[in-house]
């Protein structure tokens, strides 16, 4: 089977940046900026390179993640522009790839605003016209080279999925991640983790060149997860090289190269975490830590539906030994510990009620006769959900202490 690289280059600081703009673009350049960082070194160079380039900057800032009202308001905005340079976290840049797309494709607007209850979107292969350039400000989420987006509905977030949602450049700097506070670093390591091993373990098949890829890619970034660890703990800032190295291999994580013949919904840790997530309004970073010491119990378990013991206790393997700390061989277990000694906050509290209502919501946009889940019922989300998360009375008590 023939593997087809739809992978979009990759720029590696801002001096590449005009030629591309010179290239892609005879007029104004759309520049979408994040609230949080409109005013902000990266966002300045940016602007000067789009200038450099002899081509005017239309600054446009947005702020929020977005819904379908949002995307729809900034696709019209886009309407006729050749290039769209989107600079901010992975919420703007979901809003833009489904802009620039909407903006050249309006029929495309249909999948999106079908009534249906899935949490899954998936677009038709179209043309797009529109260019973007995506440069992350945020790391993990590997958003720049995606072919996915996020957007929000009034019962919850639903993923976008398709080809044509993806960059056709990112651009890579150390200045775009100099205000990210280290406990957003560190979650960005691990959500590019999760996503690895997930996608890796969840799947029973050996296929000799994607596992020695993924292995490669969760190896790095647990080593670079621990260097990560050591700047916290000395209060120093992380430094520049190890940012971008951490959103190389973020992106690298999203790439078809990694997950060439993979089944369609093995990630489902994912599905699981982002209700859990949007039920307990809490980070979706916050929501994983809690979940992945007993999703990989799971497995080890013997719970096919979830993922293959073997190969996880394999890719485990290869990661105790990238780390300079002594991990469990057992996975769930050391996962656990490698998660508190990130300190990624994994204490999340609810009581039964808010538990049973996020197990029927998410048997509603990913179950119940939709393939996402495998089969997984009510009654056994509940119970993952209740290993994972402290009752509301525990959680009090262990703030307390």
Known sequence: ????????????????????????????????????????????????????????AETLTLCGPPDLADVIELSERLTGTELVVAVGGG???????????????????????????????????????????AVPTTVGTGAELSRAACLTYPRGKRLVLGDVLRPDAALL??????????????EGVLEALFRTVTVYAGDHTDSLVEDALAESVAENLVALGYRVRDSRAAGLPVDGATLTDIAKLSGLSQLDWLHQGRGAFVAKGWFIANELSMELRVRKMRAVAALLPHLWRAITDGDERFGSARRLSRIWSRLRTAAPDHLAADPAEGIATLIDVWRVDRRITAGQDRLRATASRIVRAWGGGLPMLGGLRHDELRGLLSRAVLPTAAGEAARST
């Open 91 to 133: 919420s703007l840049l979901d809003r833009a790839k489904l802009a620039v797309l909407l903006a050249c494709e309006p029929t495309a607007r249909a999948r999106l605003t079908v009534s249906e209850r899935s949490g899954l979107v998936a677009l038709p292969q179209v043309d797009r016209a529109g260019r973007l350039i």
């Open 1 to 56: 089977m023939s593997v087809i690289d739809r992978s979009p280059p990759v720029l590696i600081g801002c001096d590449e940046l005009a030629a591309r703009v010179t290239g892609w673009s005879r007029g104004t350049v759309i520049l979408l900026l994040d609230a949080g960082i409109a005013d902000a070194a990266i966002a300045v160079r940016v602007r000067r390179e789009i200038e450099r380039a002899g081509r005017r």
């Open 173 to 186: 700097d150390p200045e775009a991640f100099a205000t990210l506070p280290g406990e957003m670093i560190a």
